[in-house]
């Protein structure tokens, strides 16, 4: 009863337009109340029976993991809005966070609900072929995630943010800059700490800590990552757009505090791009370039500086450098025998 109460008041809420809120903020944090209480000792504490989690359930819930998109009219009109399934990736998320609550329930999920489990990974496999079917079916592009951003499309958009007036735009061009030259998930950029930065001659060095391949922050303690000025680009210069965010927030200096201070950074930033990307006054140049608005997003940057410094020149760095960059994983190899060097 208290969760359907929550799910009611972010149901209530709307927007400043009057437009429902999509948020659910309240079954959010009710949720992360009852998952801080779990004790695999103390069933009373589990928010679910998952012994009696069938798939039947499961399967319903994750037949609701769709979202909106354009399909272009046959008869020339304004274009449809259809729903189609979500990404491979999301139904992937939902299991593991499911596979999760087993653990810290003290439960082995193939013992407890192993009917469960069997029916799902034939459902997930469905699922792949479901959605690439309804894709193609519809004109859709059956490509997962956003497009990588073009070398000439990340210097238009760092000249766009590094010219204008607005402060908003100087924190944004710094974290655009930042994340092409570290070839980080903008998580990283958006939690990055002044105390985990430093120099050392002609370079800037940020220490990595905690990332997505290394939950305990241990593997890449003994090397920080260099980044270069680039004066032939000014606007594409991370040193000088790192001076640009101290002069504009001084008070990073002072230490333990976030580059980028605030709550929802990175939607913050993720929204400024779009914004610019999606402008009538430069939403054709940017097409131009192989960017649209809706193939764009803050992975864009990650997948577009790893292009660039992969196949970007006919003298590229090694594979396992760009690799050791990006925080890629290679078992077995990467972190036993090549190393930081």
């Known amino acids: 009863m208290l969760f359907r109460s929550q799910v009611e008041r972010d149901r209530a809420r709307t927007t400043k337009a009057g437009k429902p809120w999509k948020g659910r903020d309240h079954a959010r944090a009710t949720c992360r109340e009852w998952l801080q209480k779990v004790d695999a000792e103390k069933p009373e504490t589990h928010p679910l029976k998952l012994q009696d989690l069938s798939f039947q359930v499961l399967s319903r819930f994750l037949n609701t993991f769709k979202k909106k998109a354009k399909k272009r009219s046959s008869s020339g009109d304004e274009d449809e809005t259809v729903s189609v399934r979500l990404s491979q990736s999301a139904f992937d998320g939902a299991t593991s966070a499911l596979s999760h609550l087993y653990t810290e329930c003290g439960l082995e999920k193939l013992t407890a609900s192993k009917d469960l489990w ?5 459902y997930k496999q469905g699922s792949r072929r479901t959605a690439a079917r309804e894709k193609k079916k519809l004109g859709l592009s059956t490509v997962e995630g956003k497009k990588h951003l073009p070398f000439a499309a990340y210097r238009l958009l760092a000249k766009i943010l590094f010219e204008s007036e607005k402060l908003e735009h100087t924190y944004a061009h710094t974290f655009l800059v930042l994340e092409w030259n570290l070839i980080s998930r903008a998580e990283y950029v958006v939690d990055a700490r002044i105390d985990l930065v430093s120099f050392t001659k002609d370079a800037l060095l940020f220490g990595m800590g905690v990332t997505k391949t290394d939950q305990e ?16 680009y000014p606007e594409i210069c991370a040193h000088l757009g790192f001076a640009r965010l101290i ?8 230490g333990q505090a976030r580059l980028f201070e605030g709550k929802s950074q990175y939607e913050r930033f993720n929204s400024i791009f779009r914004e610019v990307v999606s402008s009538a006054e430069y939403r054709d140049e940017f097409a131009s370039l192989g960017i649209s608005p809706d193939d764009f997003g803050t992975h864009s940057i990650r997948k577009g500086g790893a292009t660039h410094v992969s196949t970007g020149s006919t003298a590229c760095p090694p594979i396992a450098s760009i690799c050791l960059r990006a925080n890629w994983a290679m078992p077995g190899v990467l972190s036993r025998y090549i190393k930081f060097e």
């Open 118 to 122: 069997t029916r799902l990974a034939v």
């Open 217 to 232: 922050g241990t593997k890449n303690v003994d090397h920080p990552w260099h980044v270069y000025s680039c004066p032939e």
């Open 247 to 254: 002069m504009a927030n001084p008070l990073v200096l002072t």
